[in-house]
C-alpha cells in the first residue's frame, strides 16, 4: 500500500495514541512538512541499519502529547518514529 | 507394367521434374531482378515527404515551477501544441509545431525563455521519418536512446541549464571502447529489474560452466540471475527501484533506441539484492551477498567490481573483513560517501570510509561541477566525485525517472571501471583504483574537501 500525507498522519496519530495509552483526542499536529530526506531510512536509521544513499521526499510529521512533540518521517513506503526513548522506530513498512 | 513402359514413365516423370526445376529457378531470378531495380516509389525520405506528413517534434523541458496548463499556454501562443509529456521526467514535454518552422527553429524559439526553459532539443529519435537523420561529425558518437539529450552527465552541453563539459566526458570515451560483456559489476542493492527493457540485454545470467551457489547454511541456490539475501532466495528482482537505477547508470544498453544510455553500452550486471523494499537493509545480509560474490569469482567469473550506492555510520569490523576478502579475490569496491552534507573525516559513513586499499568513497557533484549540496566529503577519506544530482536512469515496470545521492555518482565511478577492465581485463585493483583517481579534472569546487580534488573523467581514464 502507498502512503498520502494524510494517511501517514492518521497512522502517526495511532501510533502515538497506543504508544503513550492516550486516546488520539489528547493529539495535536504541530506541523506537517514536505521533506527531503538524506536516504531510504529517511534520516532515521534503526540499529544496524545499511540505507540506499538516494534523497527521498516524503513528510516530517510533529505531533505534541503530555507536553512533549514526537517526530514521525514518512515516506510513500514507510513511517518512523524518530528518536523514541533514545532510538528510532519503524511503524509502518518493513 | 512391363518393363519397356516402366522406363518411359521414369524418363517422362524426370523431364517433368526438371522442367518444374528450370521454372522455379527462372521464377526466381525474374523475382531478384525486380527485387534489385532501381527504385525510389517505395522509399520516403525526408525531401519527399510534405509537411502535413510530418511535424517537426521538439522536446522542451521547462522549469519545475512551471505548470503543465501553463506550458500548453505557451505552447499555443507560440502556434505550437503538446503532443506529448514524459512523465520519467518532470516537465519534459514533446512539442509539435503548427506554423512551418523547422525543428531547430522551435527549439530556439523555447531556448530564448530561459527564465522559464531548462532547454529546448529537436527530438530526431521519435520523429517519423523512415530515414534517420544526417548527423552531423560531432553527433556520430551520439547513442540514439532517446533520453540521453537529458543525461548531462555523460554529455553536458548546457542542455538542463548545467555548465557545458561539467560532466564525465562519455562521449570521448566511447571513442576508445563502450564496455564489454566479459567483465562483470555487481550491483549490491535493492536488486535489479532484470527484465527491464533497457537492461535485460546486459543483465549476467549464471553460464553453464559456473555450478549453482551453494552455502553451507543456506544449501543450494539455483542463482540464475543472481542473489537476494533478504529472503536468501535466487531471485534478485527489484521492489524499490534504487538497485535499477543504479544499474542503468553502469550499463543501460546504448544505442538501443530506448531509454538511456549506460557509462557501459555493454556489460554484464550482476543483480544482488540486500536492500528491502524500503531501501535499507541490514549488515549482515550485505556480509551474505558480498560472500556470494566472492565464491562467484573464485569460481571463475570476471567479476570486477561491486557497487555500493548505500550506507550509514555504523561500523561493522564483520562488513569491513567480508570487503577486505572481495579486495583479496580482485574485486574493488565503489562505495557512496553518503548524503548528511557532513565530513567523513570527522564522521564516517560506512562502507565507504573503512581504511581499505579496495574502497573508492564517491562524492556527488551537480551539473555545474559543485559539489551537491547535499553530499558529503572528507579530505582524506573521500577519494573522487562524480554526477549525482538529477540523474535520469532506468526504474521499476519499464520506467525511467530523475534521482539524486551520493547513491548516483557511485555508478558513474563503477561504469569507468568497467570501461576501463573491457580494455585491460587483467588489471589489478590497485592499478585501476590508481588509474580512477589519478586521472580526475582537478576542480576548484572540490580542492581540500576531497582527496583527488576531481571529478571523473573517463576518456582520460582510459589512456595508457
Given amino acids: 500500500m502507498r502512503l498520502s500525507k494524510e494517511t501517514a498522519l492518521s497512522h502517526a496519530r495511532k501510533d502515538l495514541a497506543d504508544r503513550l495509552g492516550i486516546p488520539e483526542s489528547e493529539i495535536t499536529v504541530e506541523s506537517v512538512e514536505d521533506v527531503d530526506f538524506p536516504d531510504a531510512s529517511l534520516g532515521a536509521p534503526i540499529e544496524d541499519e545499511m540505507a540506499a544513499q538516494i534523497i527521498t521526499s516524503g513528510w516530517k510529521i510533529c505531533l505534541q502529547a503530555k507536553g512533549s512533540t514526537y517526530e514521525y518521517r514518512a515516506d510513500e513506503n514507510q513511517i518512523r518514529l524518530r528518536s523514541f526513548n533514545g532510538s528510532n522506530k519503524i511503524i509502518f513498512g518493513d | 507394367m512391363n518393363r519397356q513402359n516402366f522406363w518411359i514413365h521414369l524418363m517422362l516423370a524426370a523431364i517433368l521434374i526438371v522442367a518444374a526445376a528450370i521454372l522455379g529457378q527462372l521464377r526466381r531470378w525474374q523475382s531478384d531482378i525486380e527485387r534489385f531495380k532501381p527504385t525510389t516509389a517505395n522509399k520516403p525520405t525526408k525531401q519527399n515527404r510534405t509537411k502535413k ?13 512551471v505548470s503543465l496548463s501553463e506550458i500548453k499556454k505557451i505552447a499555443v501562443k507560440l502556434n505550437d501544441i503538446v503532443e506529448d509529456e514524459i512523465e520519467s521526467v518532470k516537465n519534459l514535454v514533446a512539442i509539435d509545431d503548427l506554423d512551418g518552422l523547422s525543428a531547430e527553429q522551435v527549439a530556439e524559439e523555447y531556448r530564448k525563455m530561459a527564465d522559464l526553459v531548462l532547454y529546448a532539443e529537436p527530438n530526431y ?3 517519423i521519418d523512415f530515414e534517420k537523420p544526417q548527423l552531423t561529425p560531432s553527433n556520430e558518437l551520439l547513442p540514439n536512446d532517446p533520453l540521453f539529450v537529458g543525461q548531462w552527465a555523460l554529455n553536458n552541453t548546457g542542455q538542463t541549464g548545467g555548465t557545458p563539459g561539467a560532466d564525465i566526458r562519455a562521449l570521448k570515451a ?14 549490491l542493492d535493492s536488486g535489479v529489474d532484470y527484465k527491464h527493457l533497457d537492461l535485460i540485454s546486459n543483465i549476467w545470467i549464471r553460464p553453464d560452466d559456473i555450478p549453482p551457489y551453494e552455502d553451507e547454511e543456506l544449501g543450494l541456490i539455483n542463482d540464475i540471475y ?37 557509462v557501459n553500452w555493454q556489460v554484464e550486471i550482476m543483480p544482488l539484492k540486500f536492500l528491502g523494499r524500503n531501501g535499507s537493509g541490514t549488515t ?6 558480498i560472500n556470494y560474490v566472492i565464491d562467484r569469482k573464485q569460481k571463475g567469473l570476471n567479476i570486477r567490481i561491486i557497487n555500493a550506492s548505500w550506507g550509514s555510520h555504523i561500523y561493522s569490523k ?27 573525516d570527522k564522521f564516517p559513513h560506512y562502507p565507504a570510509s573503512y581504511n581499505l586499499p579496495n574502497i573508492i568513497s564517491v562524492a556527488a557533484l551537480d551539473r555545474n561541477d559543485n559539489l551537491a549540496s547535499f553530499s558529503n566529503y572528507g579530505f582524506k577519506t573521500v577519494h573522487i566525485a562524480a554526477p549525482g544530482k538529477d540523474i535520469i536512469s532506468t526504474w521499476l515496470d519499464d520506467d525511467f525517472k530523475e534521482a539524486s545521492g551520493t547513491s548516483m555518482a557511485t555508478p558513474h565511478v563503477s561504469g569507468v571501471a568497467a570501461l576501463i577492465a573491457s580494455l585491460d581485463p587483467e588489471i589489478t585493483v590497485e592499478k585501476l583504483k590508481k588509474k580512477l583517481l589519478d586521472s580526475v579534472d582537478k576542480l576548484d569546487s572540490l580542492k ?17
Avoid at chain 2, 531471485?235 to 550499463?251: K, L, S
Wanted: charged share 25%.
Fill in chain 2, 226 to 262: 543472481g542473489f537476494n539475501a533478504v529472503d536468501n532466495l535466487a531471485d534478485p528482482m527489484d521492489e524499490n527501484g534504487h538497485g535499477t537505477h543504479c544499474a542503468g547508470i553502469i550499463g543501460a544498453e546504448g544505442n538501443n533506441e530506448i531509454g538511456i544510455a549506460g
Fill in chain 2, 318 to 344: 564483520a562488513l569491513e573483513d567480508a570487503i577486505r576478502a572481495a579486495g583479496e579475490a580482485g574485486i574493488l569496491f565503489v562505495a557512496a560517501a553518503g548524503n548528511n552534507s557532513s565530513d567523513n
Fill in chain 2, 284 to 289: 549482515k545480509d550485505a556480509i551474505e551477498a
Fill in chain 2, 125 to 127: 529519435e521519435i520523429s
Fill in chain 2, 448 to 464: 581540500d574537501r576531497i582527496k583527488s580534488g576531481g571529478r571523473i573523467n573517463a576518456s582520460k581514464a582510459l589512456e595508457n
Fill in chain 2, 174 to 187: 566511447w571513442q576508445k571502447t563502450k564496455g564489454s560483456r566479459k567483465v562483470v559489476v555487481a550491483v
Fill in chain 2, 53 to 65: 506528413d510530418r511535424e517537426p517534434e521538439v522536446l522542451v523541458r521547462f522549469r519545475s515551477d
